[in-house]
Nanobody
């Protein structure tokens, strides 16, 4: 089982990034996909979730109106499109896959996003 994030990097305030989370080793279409972020010394923060069927999404307060989560079942990949980035969005972003009704949950290794001029 693997979740591999990519797409992080350094971006100026107001810029955009698209993070990807490539999944393998499990039935991607059966899992809810979530993005979290974490800053050293702080608790992990929920960013966004997309249901296994792909139709329903939920966002944390910091992401509403600026971020969009999506998934491509053909590519077994989840995405997080981030617009109007702010310095406070700087964090390590990790994706998570979990199957409702079970304790099964997988995590990626994370990708660093730095928003700075």
């Amino acid at each position: 089982v693997q979740l591999v994030e990519s797409g992080g990097g350094l971006v100026q305030p107001g810029g955009s990034l698209r993070l990807s989370c490539a999944a393998s080793g499990f039935t991607f279409s059966s899992y809810v996909m979530r993005w979290y972020r974490q800053v050293p010394g702080k608790e992990r923060e929920f960013v966004a979730r997309i249901e296994s069927a792909g139709g329903s999404t939920t966002y944390g307060d910091s992401a509403k109106g600026r971020f969009t989560i999506s998934r491509d079942k053909g590519k077994n990949t989840a995405y997080l499109e981030m617009n109007s980035l702010k310095p406070e969005d700087t964090a390590v972003y990790s994706c998570n896959a979990y199957r409702r009704g079970t304790m099964t949950s997988y995590w990626g290794q994370g990708t660093q996003v730095t928003v700075s001029s």
